[in-house]
């Protein structure tokens, strides 16, 4: 059971989110197929609110609303009142007037969707808030893996790049190892996070090679420049040359080892572009169980049929 909100990977159980993967698999099956057309959630409504720039949360979340039968508004917060100055807690409970059954939030401030959820009806799923965690991107990636590998449990997961501003990686680090799968996080110095727990089946390395040694998963992370204050690293052609993950370090991988990244890419930076567009690379993939998982989280959720 998913709760009034999702939030946050951390402390949710294995239980929890092997039933969001059998559902997100379910969903997945029947989009193949052609599906996407429900009746399941007819009558309730959906807003999308998200003070940071999306492509594939926001597009997917809506499209996951449309396709189960739920109404869905796209909250254009540049040209909505919250330029005005309005609060985040009167935008939250002006939805609330407005029947919405549930919020997605995105914004740029760790903690902001808990701070939502505490003061509203509707239930709200995080979409990424600041460096603290992306739940259903990792949900979706654990998809990607479950559905490619037929489990998670025993997997070795490397986490590619700059692991200090990524959410991704974070809610990856408490979904992966509550799975059973162990996490390695590579990094340069200047961006390893100092606030996940590396003990257990987390570890931290800075050899790239060590670091993707035999590993079933690779998962590049998004150079995040936003989030950064200068001098991090000398240059993205020097953190490409240094830290990018290159065609020739694919012989280290294992056998059937994949490639993953979130997105959105920074083309050779953080992975090659022939890393990206090759045969191992399952990053599109990755956007279609995006789709299937949020579907099956709005189901959960919303008590649809
Ligand atoms: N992975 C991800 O969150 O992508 P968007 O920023 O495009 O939503």
Redesign the pocket.
Known sequence: MIGKDLLGLKGLSKETISEILAEGSKMRDLLDQGEKDFNTLKGKNITTLFYE??????TSFSNAGKFLGATVSNLAVGSSSVKKGESLIDTGETLDALNTDLIVIRHSTSGAPKFLADHVKAKVVNA?DGMHE?PT?ALLDMLTMKRYFGKIEGLTVAIVGDVKHSR?ARSNVYGLTTMGAKVRLFSPSTLQATDIDKTGNVTVHTDLREAIEGVDVVMGLRIQLERQQQGLFPSLSEYFKYYGVKESDLKYIAKNGIIMH???VNRDVELSSGVIDGANSHILDQVSNGLSVRMAILKLMLGGR
């Not at 720039?53 to 926001?58: K, P």
């Open positions: 720039n999306s492509t594939r949360t926001m990424g992306h991107q991704v979130p997105g959105p």
